[in-house]
């Protein structure tokens, strides 16, 4: 077969399943779950760099729902989100077609009602390969999550004001860690082996301080695809809606670790605790295929790290009697931000006025950090989602291409996004005269 023959893009087509059914999290521990086709997460969707992805969603929830592709530069009305699309009403189908054209690790997820539905199982990995990837002996998609849990495995319902305030001041963690939708699972790898694991964040507000029990891992790319070379970490703190990708191994014959969470400082101080996914054993080994070359990828900076900011963002705190608290963007909740222009570069400083962390997310396109508290970071990776600590100041930089149209940035603690902390903005094509009525809801607050 000639090689044009084998790369040539194709349409990759799934169909999707919103409906409740009973997940069983391990042996006799039954949730009602939210998922698709019936399982948690929902079915890693697999394309190719440049292929179409043809997803038909149906929606069997009793209520509406819409899906985003979190990380796929598409085109806005392919976004899933209520600025672009009405939501899939229960019982209707809705056709999402795009291209992927960047190799990488990507989610899908609700985003509607989301700190429910995501809660409870709406949510998914979208993986896009490159025939340029380094060669694993195999790969394997992990995605984290925590769901809480009431001693019967139900869901809990936020009952009295005083948890109402909790977790839409600090967000849901729960109780039950889970990996792939299972608790406490035992993985096995040969000795020898060297294995691709994409991790994914999937929790509506835990961070994972990520470890292999210690053990050296590479990160050798995130959100946006690859690094230029490998790092190596022994930990990594993964904000929710975040990915890492790490060569794992090789490891010795005998071994046992854990995939965990390591204790760390959180919001406010409070005290994070060591959260066990799932244990790993070793066993006897077998001969490696697995390469990682030195270099993966070529990243060109988008700006200096002195480029001075074109827009300013706070992430701020009000209080609201109703909901214990409302997350604010610009002193808005869930406001219109100033559009921008296709091909001006944008140079974004956004600043934490508050006391906790919050990953702040941007739809659709990626960025690169050029500062976290005046300190440039040690390498360049393209971004989507960056964790923003406590009364700290990112400044990112983005290029807008020629995607017009309705798009969003948020923080991705879910809790936070559902009370305010999220704004819209046009992405405006400046040869064409913008169309979009947006001049009624700039200014314009809920
Ligand atoms: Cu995963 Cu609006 O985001
Ligand atoms: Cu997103
Ligand atoms: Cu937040």
Same mark, same amino acid.
């Given at each position: 077969m000639d090689k044009t023959m084998e790369t040539a893009p194709n349409t990759v087509v799934y169909h999707l399943e919103a409906s409740e059914f009973g997940w069983d999290i391990a042996p006799g521990k039954t949730v009602p779950a939210w998922g698709f086709n019936r399982q948690v997460p929902g079915p890693v969707l697999k394309a190719k760099k440049g292929d179409t992805l043809v997803v038909r969603v149906k929606n069997n929830l009793l209520e509406p729902t819409i899906?985003? !592709? @979190?990380?796929?530069?598409?085109?806005? =009305?392919?976004?899933?989100t209520g600025d672009v699309q009405a939501p899939?009403?229960?019982?209707?189908? %809705?056709?999402?077609?795009?291209?992927?054209?960047?190799?990488?690790?990507?989610?899908? #997820?609700?985003?509607?009602?989301?700190?429910?539905?995501?809660?409870?199982?709406l949510y998914g990995a979208l993986i896009v390969e490159d025939a340029a990837d380094p060669v694993f002996d195999r790969e394997r998609v992990m995605v984290l999550d925590d769901m809480k849990l009431t001693g019967d495995n139900t869901f809990t319902q936020p009952g009295w004001i005083v948890e109402r305030w909790v977790e839409s001041h600090m967000g849901r963690e729960g109780n039950t860690m889970l990996l792939n939708g299972l608790e406490a699972q035992a993985l096995d790898l040969p000795a020898g082996h060297?294995?691709? !694991?994409?991790?994914?964040?999937?929790?509506?507000?835990?961070?994972?301080?990520?470890?292999?029990?210690?053990?050296?891992?590479?990160?050798?790319? +995130?959100?946006?695809?690859?690094?230029? +070379?490998?790092?190596?970490? &022994?930990?990594?703190l993964l904000s929710p809606g975040e990915?890492?990708?790490?060569?794992?191994?090789?490891?010795?014959? *005998?071994?046992? %670790?854990?995939?965990?969470?390591?204790p760390f400082l959180g919001s406010h101080g409070s005290k994070k605790n060591l959260e066990i996914y799932a244990s790993v054993q070793v066993g006897p080994a077998q001969p490696s295929r697995a390469f990682l070359p030195e270099k993966l990828n070529a990243i060109t900076a988008l700006a200096p790290q002195d480029a001075p900011a074109t827009r300013r963002i706070e992430f701020s705190l009000g209080l609201s009697l109703k909901k214990g608290a409302d997350f604010l963007i610009n002193g808005h909740?869930?406001?219109l931000d100033q559009p921008v222009m296709v091909g001006?570069?944008?140079?974004?400083?956004?600043?934490?006025? &508050?006391?906790?962390? @919050?990953?702040?997310?941007?739809?659709?396109?990626?960025?690169?950090?050029?500062?976290l508290n005046g300190q440039a970071p040690e390498f360049l990776a393209w971004k989507d989602t960056f964790n923003i600590p406590p009364s700290g100041t990112l400044k990112i930089a983005w290029m807008p291409d020629n995607r017009p *149209?309705?798009?969003?940035? #948020?923080?991705? =603690?879910l809790e936070h996004h559902a009370t305010g902390m999220m704004a819209s903005f046009e992405v405006i094509d400046g040869s064409e005269p913008s169309e979009k009525a947006h001049s009624d809801r700039v200014g314009h607050c809920h």
């Amino acid at each position: 077969m000639d090689k044009t023959m084998e790369t040539a893009p194709n349409t990759v087509v799934y169909h999707l399943e919103a409906s409740e059914f009973g997940w069983d999290i391990a042996p006799g521990k039954t949730v009602p779950a939210w998922g698709f086709n019936r399982q948690v997460p929902g079915p890693v969707l697999k394309a190719k760099k440049g292929d179409t992805l043809v997803v038909r969603v149906k929606n069997n929830l009793l209520e509406p729902t819409i899906v985003h !592709w @979190h990380g796929i530069r598409l085109p806005a =009305v392919m976004d899933g989100t209520g600025d672009v699309q009405a939501p899939i009403q229960p019982g209707e189908e %809705f056709e999402y077609r795009f291209v992927v054209p960047d190799a990488g690790t990507f989610w899908y #997820h609700s985003h509607a009602n989301e700190a429910v539905q995501i809660e409870r199982g709406l949510y998914g990995a979208l993986i896009v390969e490159d025939a340029a990837d380094p060669v694993f002996d195999r790969e394997r998609v992990m995605v984290l999550d925590d769901m809480k849990l009431t001693g019967d495995n139900t869901f809990t319902q936020p009952g009295w004001i005083v948890e109402r305030w909790v977790e839409s001041h600090m967000g849901r963690e729960g109780n039950t860690m889970l990996l792939n939708g299972l608790e406490a699972q035992a993985l096995d790898l040969p000795a020898g082996h060297t294995e691709r !694991w994409r991790f994914i964040n999937a929790s509506s507000a835990r961070y994972v301080l990520l470890s292999l029990g210690g053990h050296p891992f590479q990160m050798i790319g +995130t959100d946006g695809g690859l690094l230029e +070379t490998p790092r190596t970490l &022994t930990e990594f703190l993964l904000s929710p809606g975040e990915r890492i990708d790490v060569a794992a191994g090789p490891f010795a014959e *005998g071994e046992t %670790f854990s995939i965990e969470s390591r204790p760390f400082l959180g919001s406010h101080g409070s005290k994070k605790n060591l959260e066990i996914y799932a244990s790993v054993q070793v066993g006897p080994a077998q001969p490696s295929r697995a390469f990682l070359p030195e270099k993966l990828n070529a990243i060109t900076a988008l700006a200096p790290q002195d480029a001075p900011a074109t827009r300013r963002i706070e992430f701020s705190l009000g209080l609201s009697l109703k909901k214990g608290a409302d997350f604010l963007i610009n002193g808005h909740r869930h406001g219109l931000d100033q559009p921008v222009m296709v091909g001006a570069l944008q140079v974004w400083e956004i600043r934490n006025r &508050t006391r906790m962390h @919050h990953p702040f997310h941007l739809h659709g396109f990626f960025f690169q950090v050029l500062e976290l508290n005046g300190q440039a970071p040690e390498f360049l990776a393209w971004k989507d989602t960056f964790n923003i600590p406590p009364s700290g100041t990112l400044k990112i930089a983005w290029m807008p291409d020629n995607r017009p *149209g309705m798009w969003m940035y #948020h923080c991705h =603690v879910l809790e936070h996004h559902a009370t305010g902390m999220m704004a819209s903005f046009e992405v405006i094509d400046g040869s064409e005269p913008s169309e979009k009525a947006h001049s009624d809801r700039v200014g314009h607050c809920h």
